[in-house]
């Protein structure tokens, strides 16, 4: 790497990583871990790292298509079986990995420098529904993601700084950026992702029926 590249890095990996899930289908009695229960101390959980059941000591929390969850940088967390999800990042190019649930192919672990990124002192966030027609889902922190529900043509002025990215997660859709007199169109499918740059700050969405949309865009 270049020099300057190594220091980036190195900044990203001490600011950690913020990132949120989006559940898209999930089925009867699944779960995600997040956050230490109440109370876990560090020895604790490094015991329970031991012992192969650190998620006894980690809330269990009941999902459903349709929930959002946020994790904030240094909360440990891990997704259970029976779900799929969209997940949305900080950018970091480190993930450590404290434990792994069995596997025919077992991953690197990253115990001592992932215990060192632990806050546990991090508070649980809420599960937030997405059923509104348009709803900020995540207000604050690094980056903003915003659920649209969209049954007619509508248009829309940014107010967020920087890129924007649109996902269709749901129906049909175009979507039109504009930066200017440079108007880019994108025809979206159900798991389509398009990446508008900074520069693009008004867009018009044309759903064909409905379509459910997620854009997400870096406070950075």
Known sequence: ???????ENGRLVQRGKSECWLVLAADDGAVIYQGLKDGVKPEDFEGALENGNPAELMNERNVKAGDYLYNEAGMV??????LALLEIQQNCPVTYRLWDFPRDE???MHRAAGLAAVKFDSQLPGIRGTDG???LLQ??????VRSLRVKKAFRQLKDWPGFTLVTCLQ???EVAGRARDNLQPARLHAGDTVLFPATFDEFEIFPEDEAWLI???ARE
Not at 1 to 7: C, L
Not at 139 to 144: H, I, L, S, T, Y
Request: hydrophobic content about 15%.
């Open 1 to 7: 790497d270049h020099p300057s590249d190594t220091r």
């Open 77 to 82: 967390h891990a997704i259970g079986g029976g």
């Open 106 to 108: 077992k991953r690197e």
């Open 133 to 135: 027609e348009d709803e």
């Open 139 to 144: 207000e604050d922190g690094p980056f903003g």
């Open 171 to 173: 129906g049909k859709c």
């Open 215 to 217: 854009q997400a865009w």
